[in-house]
T-cell receptor, first 113, second 114 residues
């Protein structure tokens, strides 16, 4: 079955720096890759997603890149702010049928003022 | 507020017991997913239902079972509980059964087995 590996497990940056979180997936048929943010004590919430027909997608300070050949996708956060501190989860799935969304193990991002 | 309601928010029970966790999806959503999140762990997919039928299954233990009712709410039943079952259990819903749409998560039920 699908396996998603996520690195690093923790990431500490200074406010204003960029942060990059990387994920690899095993199922070459996967074509939907969302990213979820989970603040302490709260539920995961979708922040951005990408489908395999594009290589990059941006939304303000957040961007996601996808390399289908390498089965690798990354989350990029620029100009980090303390409120970006949270656990970020990548996920992968096939977009057809009732396929389960498989999550990475999460990255705890800490942005220091 | 995601529109997904989970009850109870907290549950403390003893080993060997059985509990039921309840989830009401967003209005109009047909698909319900259950995830387990242990301390400092990721989100482990347990099971998915679509319009009352089981559609996908993850590493769900045989001691666990779930169902989705005609009104689309879902229940996750955990039996013969062990200490290791202590975790945050999330329910999520989406409009369709396809996994390429946003899944909206509830606030979770924190289960503590003592």
């Amino acid at each position: 079955g699908e396996n998603v590996e996520q690195h690093p497990s923790t990431l500490s940056v200074q406010e204003g720096d960029s942060a990059v979180i990387k994920c690899t997936y095993s199922d070459s048929a996967s074509n939907y890759f969302p990213w979820y943010k989970q603040e302490l004590g709260k539920r995961p919430q979708l922040i951005i997603d990408i489908r395999s027909n594009v290589g990059e997608k941006k939304d303000q300070r957040i961007a996601v890149t996808l390399n289908k050949t390498a089965k690798h996708f990354s989350l990029h956060i620029t100009e980090t702010q303390p409120e970006d501190s949270a656990v970020y989860f990548c996920a992968a799935s096939r977009s057809t049928g009732f396929q389960k969304l498989v999550f990475g193990t999460g990255t705890r991002l800490l942005v220091s003022p | 507020d995601s529109g997904v309601t989970q009850t109870p928010k907290h549950l403390i029970t003893a080993t060997g017991q059985r509990v039921t966790l309840r989830c009401s999806p967003r209005s109009g959503d047909l698909s319900v997913y259950w995830y387990q999140q242990s301390l400092d762990q990721g989100l482990q997919f347990l099971i998915q239902y679509y319009n009352g039928e089981e559609r996908a299954k993850g590493n769900i233990l045989e001691r666990f079972s779930a169902q989705q009712f005609p009104d689309l709410h879902s229940e996750l039943n955990l039996s013969s509980l062990e200490l290791g079952d202590s975790a945050l259990y999330f329910c999520a819903s989406s409009p369709t059964g396809g996994s390429d749409t946003e899944a909206f998560f509830g606030q979770g039920t924190r289960l503590t087995v003592v």
